[in-house]
């Protein structure tokens, strides 16, 4: 084991540059600590903590339920693609033998001062991997020690759409033992400090989404309900196990999407609309390198003194004339530069749910207007201060004055998880079928023209809305209201909706 001591992290780095290019290493991987390096399954399995390994094993369990719910994704669970599932599982948290490296000795810079029980002045390292010389020890050891269940490979792929990977130019080693106690590591050390200049966490952590780390927003969010209905399926089998009576119920009453007492015998829901053709290029899967999507900046100016409707039509006015200059522009991630911005407003915020919406709607098949009247629409309720930590009843005035009387919409995707906004009830009756009070029986009739009631006999989309109709609600109401309210979860496709209707 060869030791480097340099007085800082970004000497390291430019010394980790120097021996990449001499050929003496090529593969980096920074800690903040000189703790022994495992994999982080490895770790839990260490620890002997039964508990802990069954968690590991359900969440993996889980996530492989979920890919079979995804049409784009059921190839992950196919036996040549486990390399594929593991990095995804990996820069996820879910605890894998596989072991971070990296190609980019400013990645390990980075992780190596990248902890919350980063102490400065205390030693970091950045390790330093040959790996055909690694290789090479390998079959050597094989032949000289019991190696018989001790697992060692070079993981050097690239995982389509996974742009966390490819902006931190990961690689790994699967490795089901300590790595060191195979192959001891060269290292550079040097006092812990806070970051480098570069590369920032933006850089780390690609603060645009690509098609899959969008649908994994939705598993991990969706993830956190499953494990809490673990937990309660397990206080109720603990419970009754003690001879306390507890029960779940499903209230799900009419799980075909509507209640039938409620239409005509025999009636055919499924409106033309959602056929399959009209569909197909809303479920294709569109796959992005992060190094060749990146786009330009905007210059915008931004009128804010004016009427919240001036707002989204000038903001609206501007998206489009960018869509028309360049039709390739929907291939890229971009960025917004306004003029003029109000002190009293965050115009980091406003971008960052602007690019929320840009990459989530840019990569189906909306319209370009559409995409720009959802860009003005967020951007008028922005300025005129519609957030998530406001009131329901602050949150729908400030709606209500843009676009007219509303009601909250809840809505689900075909994998159960599931996202809320706002509607108005001009958009909906735009969207709902012409004929739906002919299909209800006459004594109910009245409730067609009644959303609140309505949504109480039938969830499903399809039964319920002209497809074409039902987009531009999304388009111009729903996404931009999701972007304002939420982070991550935020449902964008309506052809892949379930349910919809009220909470």
Known sequence: MKTYNVTDIEEAVELAYKLREEGKYNWFRGQTKQWPIYSSLGRVQLS??????????????????????????????????????????QH??????????????SVAGFFAADSISLTVGEPSSIYCLNTDDLVSHWDIVKTIRNTQGIDLELINIDVKNLWRLQAQRGVFIYCNSTLENIYPLDRIIFPATKYPSFPTREQIYPINKSPLEQLLDQYFTLENYDYTNDLLEKWISDSNSKGINAVSVDLDSFPEGYSKRFFINSVNLTLDSWNTIN????????????????????QINLKTNVSPAEIQSSFSYAMKQILRRDSTIRKKVIDWDFIE???SFSQEILKSK??????GMR??????????????TLTALFISGFKGELSYDMQMKLFADHFGECMR????????SGARGLASFESLRKALRKDMSDLILPEHKEIANEFSELFGIIYNPKFMFDFSEFTKLFARELIPVQALLWDKLILYNPAQLATFGKP
């Open 48 to 89: 002997g903590n039964q508990e802990e390994i069954a968690k590991v094993l359900r969440r993996i369990e889980l996530f492989q339920n979920w890919l079979n719910k995804i049409p784009e994704l059921t190839y992950l669970n196919q036996p040549e693609y486990v390399n594929d599932f593991c990095a995804i599982i």
């Open 92 to 105: 996820y948290g879910i605890a894998t033998h596989y072991i971070d490296f990296t190609t980019d000795p």
């Open 279 to 298: 569909l197909k290029a809303w479920i294709e899967y569109s796959e992005e390198n992060f190094h060749q999507v990146n786009g330009p900046v905007f």
């Open 341 to 343: 911005f109000p002190a």
């Open 354 to 359: 602007l690019r929320l919406v840009w990459n």
């Open 363 to 376: 990569r189906l098949p909306y319209d370009d207007s559409e995409l720009a009247n959802s860009l003005g």
């Open 409 to 416: 919409i809840e809505f689900g995707h075909q994998d159960g």
